[in-house]
C-alpha cells in the first residue's frame, strides 16, 4: 500500500473527527497541534473550556479529550496510516495530554475484518449523538450488550450491565445528583450557562429532551429555564439499559483510557443503531461518585453512566470547526 499524503484537506477532516466526539456539556475542552517533522498530532487540554464546578479536577475533562483521542484513532486509520497513541508524552507539560504518530501505511488492503470494522466506526462517529429522549421498549440483544462489555475491555477498561435492581439504585442517585445540582446556585448557573442555541458548542435547547412524566428517568435538563422551550413530559422506557463504565485505577491516564473506551463502545453501539445517553450528574459530585459502586462487588472506579437504548435519532449539537482548535505547527526544533 502506497504511502497517503497528509495535505490540508486530510489534516482537516483529522481534526474534525475528533472533535465530533462527546465531551461535558458539549464544551470541546481540547486542543490540537501537528508536529510536521514526525507527522505527530499532539492533543492538549483547553483548561478555558473547563466546567469548574461540575468537574474540579478534570476528571471530565480527560475523559472528554480520551473519546476524542479515540476519534482521532479511528480516521487515522481511515485515511491510511497506523495510528501510534502516547498517553501523557510530555512530563513538564500536564496539559498535553496525548499525540498520536500517524506511523503509515496502514498494514492491510482495505478488504481485512479489522478494516471493515474500522470503516463502520468512522461511518458512525459522524452521526452519533448523546439521546436524552425516551426509548422504546424493545429489548437489546444480549450479545450485542456482551460486545459492548468486550470492546470496553479491549480499551482496558470494564463495562458492566447490572440487573433492574442495581440499575434502579444507580438511576435513584443520579436523580440525587440532580436534586443536588437545582439547590447549588453555582453548579446550577454554570449548567444553565452551557444551553446555547445556535452556537458552535454547548446544548441546543432542541437536544435537551422531555421530563420523564413518571419521575424515574433523571435525564439531565441542564437547569433549563424559560425562554427554554421543552417537549412537554412523556414516558420513558419501563426498563432501562444501564451500563456502567469504570477503571481499576483512578489517575488522569486512567481516565483518558475510559474516555477512549466510552467512545469505542458508543460507536460501536452507534454501528448497530443504539441510541445512548451519558448519566453523568452523580460523577460530579464526590460523595454519590463513591456510592455508585456496586455494595455486593467492587467494579473499580466508575467514570460514567450510560443508558442504551432503541428510538428516534436525536438532533445533534455543534462543533467548533477545525480551524478553530487546530494552533499552527510546531516550528522545527522547538
Do not use: K
Amino acid at each position: 500500500m502506497a504511502t497517503p499524503t497528509l495535505d490540508d484537506t486530510t489534516l482537516d477532516r483529522l481534526i474534525s473527527a475528533a472533535v465530533a466526539a462527546p465531551s461535558i456539556h458539549n464544551s470541546q475542552p481540547w486542543r490540537y497541534r501537528l508536529d510536521p517533522a514526525t507527522l505527530t498530532v499532539e492533543v492538549h487540554a483547553a483548561p478555558e473550556r473547563r466546567v469548574p464546578h461540575a468537574d474540579p479536577e478534570g476528571r471530565a475533562l480527560h475523559l472528554s479529550v480520551g473519546a476524542a483521542l479515540f476519534n482521532l484513532r479511528v480516521a487515522v486509520a481511515h485515511f491510511g496510516w497506523e495510528p501510534v497513541v502516547r498517553l501523557l508524552p510530555h512530563a513538564p507539560d500536564p496539559g498535553h495530554l496525548a499525540s498520536v504518530r500517524l506511523a503509515g501505511p496502514r498494514r492491510g488492503d482495505g478488504r481485512t475484518a479489522a478494516d471493515r470494522a474500522n470503516a463502520r466506526l468512522y461511518e458512525a462517529l459522524w452521526r452519533r449523538h448523546s439521546n436524552r429522549f425516551p426509548f422504546s421498549d424493545r429489548p437489546v440483544p444480549e450479545d450485542l450488550l456482551r460486545d459492548l462489555a468486550a470492546t470496553a475491555g479491549d480499551e482496558g477498561v470494564r463495562l458492566v450491565l447490572p440487573d433492574p435492581a442495581e440499575a434502579a439504585r444507580l438511576l435513584e442517585l443520579t436523580a440525587r445528583a440532580d436534586w443536588y445540582e437545582s439547590a447549588d446556585p453555582r453548579r446550577r448557573e454554570e449548567s444553565r450557562s452551557w444551553v446555547r442555541d445556535g452556537a458552535a458548542d454547548g446544548v441546543p435547547s432542541s437536544a435537551i429532551g422531555p421530563r420523564d412524566e413518571q419521575g424515574r428517568m433523571p435525564v439531565r435538563d441542564f437547569s433549563a429555564a424559560p425562554p427554554v422551550r421543552r417537549p412537554p413530559p412523556a414516558p420513558f422506557e419501563p426498563h432501562p439499559v444501564v451500563g456502567v463504565l469504570s477503571t481499576r485505577q483512578d489517575e488522569p491516564a486512567d481516565w483518558l483510557r475510559a474516555g477512549q473506551g466510552l467512545e469505542h463502545v458508543l460507536l460501536l453501539a452507534t454501528v448497530h443503531d443504539l441510541r445512548a445517553s451519558l448519566l453523568h450528574q452523580a460523577l460530579e459530585w464526590r460523595e454519590l461518585r463513591w456510592a455508585l459502586n456496586d455494595p455486593h462487588g467492587g467494579i473499580g472506579h466508575v467514570q460514567m453512566l450510560m443508558r442504551l437504548g432503541y428510538g428516534p435519532q436525536s438532533p445533534p449539537t455543534s462543533r467548533r470547526p477545525a480551524r478553530d482548535v487546530l494552533a499552527p505547527p510546531r516550528p522545527p526544533g522547538s
